[in-house]
């Protein structure tokens, strides 16, 4: 495989993680949690998002989030927002960059942010000047770009022309996110190939979730191809509360220890990362779908059982 040496990771657990869970995570535990992935060394981390608290009461703390944690030199810190108000709300609270979301399928898009994808982008139009004005840098996510859970198949022109959309108002970055794990590698590829070429000076990031198991393949896929930013969430957490059947994203730990086994280079402490997750598990409440917290890392080894090693023959 022909992989980058590098990859940046934003952490966007306690966003698309704590937005879901059933019981509101309390403030302190949030503040604690982004302060335990800054200090393992995650270079971006997506702290919450600025929406309507109808619509995600779990994350009804954004501007408090936001004013406590303890700013990291080294790590960037976002917001998510659904339009312009939230920008304003994101500006005032001091994110560093401004994440969007848009779908690319109208009914996903209707049924998260209740707007057409026309309307959306008219907000995000607005949006953007916002981010302009206060001088920070917008990245733009699109969900369902894969494939949507209520339309199946999302015709290429048609994430294309977002894609364009979203870029002509001056997007850094584009996300491009599989909300319900519906991509396959191969897809991931035809995708990427369809749109690098069409719009070159773009930051590309895969957001992956594992719903079906195919997440770690999909990055590999996407960085054969040269992209070097991709989401994922601590422990695993995650999940579209407007998408049936949305589980969680790629385990940053378990990305991390994936990457570092075949040395490429993150930043980031893997067992510092490895320690915030055991807290998160216990912060939730439950066990999270992550492995190397379970398995421990490739190197880990057993005691032998006994007798065996003295029949080991000398060589
Ligand atoms: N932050 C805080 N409040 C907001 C807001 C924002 N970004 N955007 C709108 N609101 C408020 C409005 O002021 C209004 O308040 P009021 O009822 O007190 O007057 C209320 O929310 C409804 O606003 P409206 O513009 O009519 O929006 P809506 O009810 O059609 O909802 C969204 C649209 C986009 C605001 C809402 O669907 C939303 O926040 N969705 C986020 C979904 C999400 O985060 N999904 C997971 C991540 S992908
Ligand atoms: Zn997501």
Known sequence: MKLP??????????RDGFQIELEFIPTDQKI??????????????????????KAIPQLRDAAEVMAAITRRPGTTYSALVPNDKG?????DARVDEIHTVVSASESHNLANVNMTIAESLGKLAATAEVAHRAGKPMYSGI????????????PLPQLESVVRRLVGMGAAGIGLADTTGMANPVQVQRVIEHLAPRFPGVEWT?????????????ILAAMELGVTHIDASIGGLGGCPFAPGASGNVCTEDLVHCLSAMGIQTGIDLDALIQASERVQAIVGRALPGQIVKAGKWTRKYPLPDGVAARIPAR
């Open 206 to 218: 895969l957001h992956t979730h594992d719903t079906r198991a195919m997440a770690i393949p999909n």
């Open 143 to 154: 969900s369902c770009t894969f494939g949507c859970p209520f339309e199946g198949d999302v």
């Open 32 to 53: 604690e949690t982004v302060n335990l992935l800054a200090r393992a060394g995650l270079p971006r981390i997506e702290v919450t998002s600025f929406v309507s608290p």
């Open 5 to 14: 040496e590098h990859v940046t990771i934003c952490e966007v657990g306690t």
């Open 87 to 91: 920008a304003v709300r994101a500006v």
